[in-house]
């Protein structure tokens, strides 16, 4: 367990500060502190008690491939995949015939045989249980950040408050993983949009089928986009993308136009979604927002995840690509660290932010109505190799990444 000792005193000195400890801070946090490096990890939440459970729906995420091997790197896939739902492939529907058949264990070079559906709340979890094993790992809990300032040495300071108490960090980079919404980001002076995404989008889960498949199911026409899928190791998630007029005529009706709506799209499922959907208390509805910023680096302040590039949940990249992130960019802040040329965090974000922004325009198109202007219905997917196995420019970085991650500890600890 870290020691929490260090909060009392009126300074702390690290290497690195990572702000946010949600999964992709927590990535970060771990992979450097796993180095040796000193970390300061500072969290706005208080401390979670160690059985707790989020209450209510739990958010679920697809973790595809390419990041399940990064989590297998830092030894974690085994006992995530405990509390996970299996997700063998995906199929592909335009206007309700299959257009496409995937399979992950068939894909070439897929690195693990299956994608996940898991709660977030599982991932912080494990990743908590084992940034707090490292020593020289400080976690700061219901930690705000009031000021940053940069030093002309290169370094960062940063006035923390947590309680009563107000404490200086001096960092020699920091981490923003404090999410959309980021306080870090506009301490730093990066200027940003926080774009609410326009449509809707609304979720319902049912449980699980007899003699379901687990296979992901993605249908496109003229209701928007519904995607059927697991949620974590129990239940149908029913997830229906779509403009807002399309969706107005149907929520501003009783339960059983979303009944009929979502039987219209999956016919297969008309008698179990009838059973199970009876109340629109079951059904979540969630605004989505897009964060642009003008640069993911500023100084020694880098921007990871939800703070660098918040994005719509259409297509499940927000955590792939931000964890795929914070493992890459936690390599080049080692690098930095030890004394290397700090170029690969900004030459990182010349190649990730192109498919970034490229992936969000594709989440826009598909909330607008006619849902993709001037574009042929194949277009309005993300193909399915680039989300198993990630962009494919990226995709040496994060191989560095992965063997960096899984280095023989011994070898690098200070
Ligand atoms: C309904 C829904 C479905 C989704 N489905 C998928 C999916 O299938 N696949 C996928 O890849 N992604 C999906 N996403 C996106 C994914 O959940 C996010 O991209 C991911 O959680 C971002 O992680 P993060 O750590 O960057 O940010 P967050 O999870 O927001 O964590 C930020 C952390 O920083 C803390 N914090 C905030 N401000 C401060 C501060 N000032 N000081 C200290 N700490 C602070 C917060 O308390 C939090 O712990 C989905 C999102 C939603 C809403």
């Not at 796993?34 to 160690?50: D, F, K, M």
């Not at 889960?205 to 003229?222: I, K, L, N, T």
């Not at 594709?362 to 277009?379: I, K």
């Not at 995709?395 to 070898?411: E, G, H, K, S, V």
Request: net charge negative; with cysteine; aromatic share 6%.
């Amino acid at each position: 367990m870290a020691d929490q000792s260090a909060a009392t005193g009126r300074t702390i000195t690290t290497d690195v500060c990572v702000v946010g400890a949600g999964p992709v801070g927590l990535l970060a946090a771990l992979a450097l502190g796993r180095q040796g490096w000193q970390v300061t990890l500072l969290e706005r939440r208080p401390q979670p008690a160690p059985d707790a459970n989020p209450k209510g729906p739990a958010v679920v995420n697809i973790v595809q491939p390419v990041t399940l091997h990064l989590l297998d790197r830092l030894g974690l896939l085994e006992q995530l995949s405990e509390r996970a739902g299996v997700i063998p492939g995906a199929e592909i529907y335009f206007g309700g015939h299959l257009a496409a058949q995937y399979s992950y264990a068939e894909l070439a070079d897929c690195p693990v045989p299956h994608a996940l559906s898991i709660r977030p709340f599982d991932l912080v979890r494990l990743l908590l249980s084992e940034v707090t094993d490292l020593p020289n790992v400080t976690v700061l809990w219901e930690a705000d950040t009031e000021a940053l300032v940069s030093g002309p040495d290169g370094g960062e300071t940063l006035t923390v408050r947590t309680g009563e108490e107000s404490l200086t960090v001096r960092a020699r980079f920091v981490l923003a993983a404090d999410g959309r919404e980021s306080t870090v980001r506009e301490l730093a002076g990066i200027p940003t949009e926080v774009m609410p995404a326009g449509g809707s989008y609304l979720d319902v889960v049912v449980p699980s089928p007899p003699d379901w498949d687990g296979a992901a199911r993605a249908h496109f026409g003229a209701h928007g986009y519904l995607l059927e899928t697991r949620r974590a190791e129990e239940g149908l998630v029913l997830v229906w993308i779509t403009d807002a007029d399309t969706a107005g005529k149907v929520v501003e009706g009783p339960v059983e136009g979303l009944v009929e709506m979502l039987s219209g799209v999956v016919p297969r499922l008309a008698d179990w979604i009838a059973e199970h959907v009876t109340d629109w208390a079951q059904v979540r509805r969630v605004q989505h927002h897009f964060v642009r910023t003008k640069t993911w680096s500023q100084g020694n302040v880098v921007l990871i995840g939800d703070s660098a590039h918040g994005m719509h949940a259409f297509g499940g990249q927000g955590l792939n690509t931000s964890l795929q992130d914070a493992a890459c960019l936690a390599e080049a802040v080692d690098s930095a660290l030890r004394g290397d040329a700090a170029a690969g965090i900004e030459s990182y974000e010349a190649v990730r932010r192109p498919f970034i922004e490229a992936f969000q325009s594709l989440q826009v198109s598909n909330t607008q109505q006619p849902p993709a202007p001037a574009a042929g219905e194949e277009e309005r997917a993300p193909e399915f190799e680039v989300l198993a196995l990630g962009q494919p420019r990226i995709r040496p970085l994060i191989a560095d990444a992965a063997r960096f991650l899984a280095a023989d500890l011994d070898q690098h600890r200070r």
